[in-house]
């Protein structure tokens, strides 16, 4: 008999992706982390457990955010139409889920006021990571309208309960 060893996670669980990895759109790093939690079945121990650390050197006078870099943007867009149902893993509290969304959806940054979404593009966002997060869990037994409500919030969006009779 053969024994998969668990990953355990003390605390958060952060990723690096470096600029050869966005230019090449090389998502192995975190193939690395997902793939043991999968195939281990420790979905609900790293849930919301997962940080980006995006190392993409940058002149100094350059003001763009990362999220308005196309190389970051666009391996951001491989990554999920990978792991669609990446979000519930992201760190939210950390701003991880806010940061994977700006990477997806057309935004405008303003240094005073934040990100300011395409709110049709957003509500377009939203609803498909619903979908897609709510068909994953129930696959896997986990519990699914809480947590698709705290993921909606999160966005600034509200799901009735009569929704989920729907689905």
């Known amino acids: 008999m053969t024994l998969t060893p668990k990953i355990y996670l003390q605390s958060m669980t952060s990723i690096t992706v470096s600029k050869n990895s966005l230019e090449k759109l090389d998502i192995s790093e975190v193939k690395k982390i997902l793939e043991p939690i999968l195939s281990n079945n420790q979905l609900l121990e790293f849930e919301q457990k997962i940080q980006f650390k995006i190392d993409f050197p940058r002149e100094e006078t350059d003001p763009r955010e990362l999220s308005e870099i196309p190389e970051v943007r666009l391996w951001f867009v491989r990554l999920d139409s990978i792991y669609p149902w990446l979000p519930f893993f992201l760190d939210w509290k950390e701003g991880e ?45 986990i519990p699914t309208s809480n947590r698709l409500k705290s993921l909606t919030q999160m966005l600034g969006y509200e799901i009735d309960d009569a929704f989920f009779e729907m689905v």
């Open 97 to 141: 889920l806010a940061r994977y969304t700006a990477m997806l959806v057309p935004h405008e940054f303003n240094r005073t006021e934040g990100i300011k979404y395409n709110s049709e593009a957003l509500e377009i966002f939203v609803m498909q990571k619903v979908f897609i997060l709510n068909d994953w869990l129930k696959l896997r037994n």
